[in-house]
Structures are given as structure tokens and as C-alpha cells.
């Protein structure tokens, strides 16, 4: 390959990098918005960084500093709490295979109604009524999510094993990535998947762990 050819590719890559860094940028820019009501820096303001910077990486790097410090000081009153659902059987003895089929689970907007900017940080479970090693394998999944811009699709998490209440086990927050920042309301739906002598259970203990401001 000689030598412009080898330029032209190397003109290709830089280009692609820059447009996955703009994107990348606007994505940032979008849930400063939508997620910490942070308008400054704006996503207006990537184009004014790029065009009055050297480069469109110093410009863009001036652009992620000041989302950074933006993003420390929205953070920055931030607290934690859990809110637990319980959940029971709507038929006797029948939560496990209730379980199976799905249950719906409502999170009323009031249960965060004294929370400014309530968001998921994971969510955990424990049950009543199994004993020793017995364990539950769950899937949680969240509702669907309408933000002003976009809208956060339905996604779901497994809580593989969910243990008895009374157990001094670490209990698994799970969830990650794709639930972080999603708010708690809406209509849940956990699913059972496998058991190891999860018929006994009699509740189920949901627990969202919610990171929030007073308001």
C-alpha cells in the first residue's frame, strides 16, 4: 500500500472515532438532561467547543470536563434508600407457581413522592418460607420508560438466587447498566425461572435501591 492510500485510511479511522465520539457526547449531553435536569453544558454546546478549540479532541475533552463537574455537583446532595414491595400469594400456599406464570407488581409514584429525582441503582429480593440452602431464581422486568426526548425500552434483570430472609447471606443487587437511572414507577413483572425447593415460599421481599435528593 503506499503512502496515500495508507493516509486515506488513516483519514477513515480518525473520522470514525470522531463521529463515535460525537455521538458518544450527544448521548452524555441527553441524560445530563434528562437524568440530572443539567442543561449546561448543552449539547448545543459540543459545536461550540469543537468550532472555537484547536482541535475537535481538545474541544471535546473542554466538553467533558465541564460535564463532569456539572454531573459532580448534581450529585452532589445525592442520597440512598431502599424501598421494599412485598408481595403475597393471591391464591394459599400458591405464591411459587403464581411466580411461574408472572406476577405483575405496581410501584406507585407515591412510594418516592418526598424524593427529588428518584433513580434505580439495582434491585434485590428475599423470601419468606424457604429454609437452609433453598433458593428462587428471579427475572425482574422493568417497565417501559418515556423520557421527554426518548423513550428506555423494557429491560429485565435475573436475581439468580434469591434466598431466604432469615439467611446471613450477602444479598445479589443486580441490574446494572441498563437499569441505572431508570425511575421505579411503573408495573414490574417477575417471573420465577427455576427453584431448588422454592414451593415453600409464602412472600417475597422485592427491594429497589433508589439513589434521590430531598425535595
Known amino acids: 500500500m503506499n503512502y496515500n ?5 488513516v483519514g477513515k479511522r480518525a473520522l470514525n472515532d470522531f463521529l463515535e465520539v460525537n455521538a458518544r457526547l450527544n448521548a452524555i449531553a441527553l441524560g445530563l438532561s434528562e437524568f440530572y435536569s443539567v442543561t449546561d453544558p448543552s ?6 467547543e469543537f468550532k472555537k478549540s484547536r482541535t475537535r479532541v481538545e ?8 460535564a463532569a463537574n456539572a454531573l459532580a455537583r448534581a450529585r452532589m446532595d445525592e442520597q440512598q434508600c431502599v424501598v421494599r414491595l412485598t408481595i403475597e400469594p393471591e391464591a394459599k400456599d400458591a405464591l411459587l407457581q403464581e411466580l411461574n406464570k408472572g406476577r405483575i407488581i405496581p410501584f406507585s409514584s407515591d412510594l418516592v413522592a418526598n424524593m427529588k429525582r428518584a433513580q434505580l441503582r439495582g434491585v434485590s429480593a428475599t ?10 431464581d428471579l427475572e425482574v422486568v422493568s417497565p417501559e ?3 421527554s426526548e426518548i423513550t428506555l425500552p423494557s429491560v429485565s434483570a435475573r436475581i439468580g438466587r434469591v434466598s431466604s430472609s432469615a439467611s446471613l447471606n450477602a444479598r445479589d443487587i443486580v441490574g446494572g447498566r441498563p437499569i441505572i437511572n431508570r425511575s421505579p414507577v411503573g408495573d414490574w413483572t417477575v417471573r420465577a425461572k427455576r427453584d431448588d425447593r422454592g414451593k415453600a ?6 427491594d429497589f435501591h433508589l439513589a434521590f435528593c430531598v425535595g
Do not use: C, F, P, T
Not at 492510500?5 to 485510511?9: D, P, V
Not at 475533552?61 to 465541564?66: A, C, I
Not at 423470601?127 to 428462587?136: F, K, L, P, R
Open 201 to 206: 415460599i409464602s412472600r417475597l421481599h422485592l
Open 5 to 9: 492510500e495508507r493516509m486515506k485510511e
Open 59 to 66: 474541544g471535546a475533552v473542554n466538553w467533558l470536563r465541564k
Open 43 to 48: 449539547r448545543a454546546g459540543i459545536d461550540q
Open 127 to 136: 423470601a419468606e418460607g424457604i429454609s437452609g440452602d433453598s433458593w428462587i
Open 145 to 147: 420508560q418515556k423520557l
